[in-house]
T-cell receptor
Framework: AQSVSQHNHHVILSEAASLELGCNYS??????LFWYVQYPGQHLQLLLK??????LVKGIKGFEAEFIKSKFSFNLRKPSVQWSDTAEYFC???????????FGKGTKLSVIP | EAGVAQSPRYKIIEKRQSVAFWCNPI?????LYWYQQILGQGPKLLIQ????????DSQLPKDRFSAERLKGVDSTLKIQPAKLEDSAVYLC??????????????FGPGTRLLVL
């Protein structure tokens, strides 16, 4: 079965620290991968996505993610976090020919000023 | 551009009661999704519509959940009768098409349901 797993449930960082959130997927063949973010009191919104081409994807607010096919991973990174990055981050994927998004359980990020 | 609208935002009911949620997708979006998000988990797809037809309802508990999208725009999700384990946030999302490479789904604010 297709699945997406996120390893960290809650990450606490100080401002200016670097961030890396793990995401692994189990899909055969072509895969579309997404990172969504949910800021406190707001709805889910797209941070970035990968569907083909350059495996290093840049998103909004300085976030980026790298698709590593050999490791079945799509980790989210940011070199220097801000307090405003405090949110819950969800990795999601869909396989070729399937529009169904499968989400990971999410990672809560708390950034301490 | 207006986003996906949902109502109500919050609902508290007792078990065995019925409840309905409403969703208005982004104008022009052919595909509409309903997700259930239980506390501590990621959203899980319940049902997907393409225009007014059901594309995928394999994870919808059809003994108590129903959904419709009569005119290919607004949609309603109903639970009857509700159980304690239905307590969750119900998210509606829409996209322009379904299955297009890397297509983005746009989410509404959700309806938070508490079943007592």
């Amino acid at each position: 079965a297709q699945s997406v797993s996120q390893h960290n449930h809650h990450v606490i960082l100080s401002e200016a620290a670097s961030l890396e959130l793990g995401c692994n997927y189990s899909y055969g063949g072509t895969v579309n991968l997404f990172w969504y973010v949910q800021y406190p009191g707001q709805h889910l919104q797209l941070l970035l996505k990968y569907f083909s081409g350059d495996p290093l994807v840049k998103g909004i607010k300085g976030f980026e993610a790298e698709f590593i096919k050999s490791k079945f991973s799509f980790n989210l990174r940011k070199p220097s976090v801000q307090w405003s990055d405090t949110a819950e981050y969800f990795c999601a994927g869909s396989g070729a020919g399937s529009y169904q998004l499968t989400f990971g359980k999410g990672t809560k990020l708390s950034v301490i000023p | 551009e207006a986003g996906v609208a949902q109502s109500p935002r919050y609902k508290i009911i007792e078990k065995r009661q019925s409840v309905a949620f409403w969703c208005n997708p982004i104008s022009g979006h052919a595909t509409l999704y309903w997700y259930q998000q239980i506390l501590g988990q990621g959203p899980k797809l319940l049902i997907q519509f393409q225009n007014n037809g059901v594309v995928d309802d394999s994870q919808l508990p059809k003994d108590r959940f129903s959904a419709e999208r009569l005119k290919g725009v607004d949609s309603t999700l109903k639970i009857q009768p509700a159980k304690l384990e239905d307590s969750a946030v119900y998210l509606c999302a829409s996209s322009i098409l379904a299955g297009a490479l890397g297509e983005t789904q746009y989410f509404g604010p959700g309806t938070r349901l508490l079943v007592l």
